[in-house]
């Protein structure tokens, strides 16, 4: 059993690297400027494909690592630059209130996406320097701490507020501009293609 779970644990860390990994890129690509008409569904989507990796982390056992101490990774990843085209990004829309612990008090703060979503990759990258020094239950409980302690909660507040601008961008449009889009598409479906 031994080594079945050690290679549940191999596959589960790199799964989640993978995932960490595509999740960065997204970020970065989008921060840098790429793909601004598209913004909003791909951070949800890459959001949202994180969820499915966190949860895992959540659900399973408690990792513990072999060592009692921490390796040290070198110096964090350094995602000001993220961050702010993030915030650019997003601009007139990053700012957002919650309610902080939903079991444990009913207190509005405020938050910005752009924060959350930083924040996340910061804790995402910080376990795949574990993971590419060869530390991969290392990367793992850093991960799943990680991932119960703040990037988990970082990132479900940030999914909310993306799914609920993407809605109201869809959802909220004149009616005119949609049965336009609409009528487009649907001639452009009844076009016979070119041979």
């Given at each position: 059993m031994?080594?079945?779970?050690?290679?549940?644990?191999?596959?589960?860390?790199?799964?989640?690297?993978?995932?960490?990994?595509?999740y960065l890129v997204t970020l970065r690509e989008l921060a840098s400027g790429g793909a601004p008409d598209t913004a909003l569904p791909l951070l949800l989507l890459a959001s949202t494909q994180l969820h499915a990796a966190g949860a895992r982390l959540g659900a399973m056992v408690d990792v513990v690592p072999h060592e009692q101490f921490e390796a040290?990774?070198?110096?964090?990843?350094?995602?000001?630059?993220?961050?702010?085209?993030?915030?650019?990004?997003l601009a007139g829309v990053d700012e957002y209130v919650e309610v902080e612990d939903p079991v444990l008090s009913g207190e509005v703060v405020r938050g910005l996406v752009s924060d959350d979503?930083?924040?996340?990759?910061?804790?995402?990258?910080?376990?795949?320097?574990?993971?590419?020094?060869?530390?991969?239950?290392?990367?793992l409980w850093w991960w799943?701490?990680?991932?119960?302690?703040?990037?988990g909660e970082r990132l479900a507040a940030a999914t909310r507020?993306?799914?609920?601008?993407?809605?109201?961008?869809?959802?909220?449009?004149?009616?005119?501009?949609?049965?336009?889009?609409?009528?487009?598409a649907l001639h452009a479906e009844a076009e016979p293609d070119p041979v």
């Open positions: 031994g080594e079945s779970m050690d290679r549940q644990l191999t596959e589960l860390a790199e799964d989640t690297a993978r995932e960490a990994g595509t040290d990774t070198g110096p964090d990843a350094n995602l000001e630059g993220v961050r702010n085209g993030l915030h650019d990004l979503l930083t924040q996340v990759a910061s804790d995402l990258a910080h376990g795949l320097h574990h993971y590419e020094a060869g530390r991969c239950q290392e990367a799943q701490f990680s991932y119960l302690s703040t990037w507020v993306l799914h609920s601008l993407l809605a109201h961008v869809r959802l909220d449009a004149d009616a005119e501009t949609v049965m336009e889009a609409e009528m487009a």
